[in-house]
């Protein structure tokens, strides 16, 4: 499925850029299977931490978890060639491949890769696709923290609870995002 480098980049060689993309210069980063890994890995464990039970955080169910995919589904249409590589990416696992395993929903786990991936993306990526990339997990987890459970009326822009604040708040201080 994938091969021990996945080549990236911000802008397609010999095509014109799309109606919003910014005109760049080709740029290439390269990225292991371990690195690949862990940047396809994050959104799933973001969604996994979003779900868990907290002190302080709301009971989640199934339409928190699907809220998550569909955030996870949504980076098909960001202006990034690296959100959508990773989903296409996380898409393609079910032909067989084993996904790689999360290491639990421990936050303090989640935020060490959170950090480790802004590091490689630091290294490697166009700062156009770091950013989207790093926005994108953002609102993995917030759709996750917003999701009204099925069977429950709660008016819109009802304010998260001050656990949640806190999980995406933390989420974005470790994603470089505040």
């Given amino acids: 499925m994938l091969t021990p480098e996945v080549p990236m980049s911000h802008s397609v060689a010999g095509e014109p850029p799309s109606a919003g993309r910014r005109a760049t210069p080709l740029t290439t980063a390269v ?3 371990a ?3 862990l940047l396809t890995g994050l959104p799933g464990r ?11 955080r709301p009971r989640r169910g199934v339409a928190e978890g699907l809220a998550g995919l569909e955030a996870v589904a949504a980076g098909r249409s960001f202006d990034s060639d690296l959100v959508r590589a990773v989903v296409t990416a996380i898409y393609a696992r079910h032909d067989g491949q084993p996904v790689p395993a999360a290491d639990g929903t421990d936050l303090v786990d989640l935020l060490a890769a959170c950090r480790a991936v802004v590091r490689l993306l630091d290294r490697r990526a166009d700062p156009a696709d770091s950013a989207a990339y790093r926005q994108w997990v953002q609102s993995v987890a917030a759709r996750v923290c917003r999701a009204v459970p099925a069977g429950v009326f709660r008016p819109t822009g009802e304010p998260l609870s001050p656990a949640d604040r ?6 974005g201080d470790a994603l470089g995002l505040r």
């Fill in 166 to 171: 806190r999980f995406l708040d933390r989420i």
């Fill in 46 to 56: 973001v969604i996994v931490a979003a779900t868990a039970p907290g002190p302080g």
């Fill in 31 to 33: 990225y292991s299977a």
């Fill in 35 to 37: 690195e690949w890994d």
